[in-house]
């Protein structure tokens, strides 16, 4: 078994783009749910009070929209046409990178939210490599080569 070398597939940019969303969600999900143990956050939701301001239905449609979308290109990124899914994610990555910088820099200075930027900043990671992923699709003849 000493110097036997490992098969090493060539996985699919549609699937790696999909995983990286899931990887992208389960991060979302674990940094608002440590959020909940910072001082004040769970009286300030029981008082529908949010950083964004007071709770409205129509803040509650934004907040929903800002976690569809990203739970969506999951299953987009495997399902569109690669073009359009190239597109796609690239834009959807880039406005969620944007999103990721401005909770950077709204939570640096505060101890309560370390955990938050470091989230962030995973991630910001993450997401980048979205878009490049997205970005160095390979074409067909490219593709071909590389087989």
Known sequence: MAGKTLENYKINVKV????L???LMFLYIYADYFELMTPGKLE??????????PTTPGLLTIFAVLLIVPALM???SVFLAPLLSKWTNISAGVVYA???VLIIISSFGSE???FYVLY????????????WQAW???????SASRL
């Open 136 to 142: 160095t699709w390979p074409g067909e003849a490219e």
């Open 120 to 131: 962030n900043v995973i991630e910001l990671g993450v997401l980048v490599t979205i878009v």
């Open 98 to 100: 944007a999103i990721s």
């Open 44 to 53: 300030s939701m029981m008082q529908l009070k949010t950083p964004m301001g």
């Open 112 to 114: 309560w939210h370390r």
């Open 74 to 76: 999951i299953v987009l």
């Open 21 to 23: 969303w899931t990887a």
């Open 16 to 19: 790696k783009l999909a995983l």
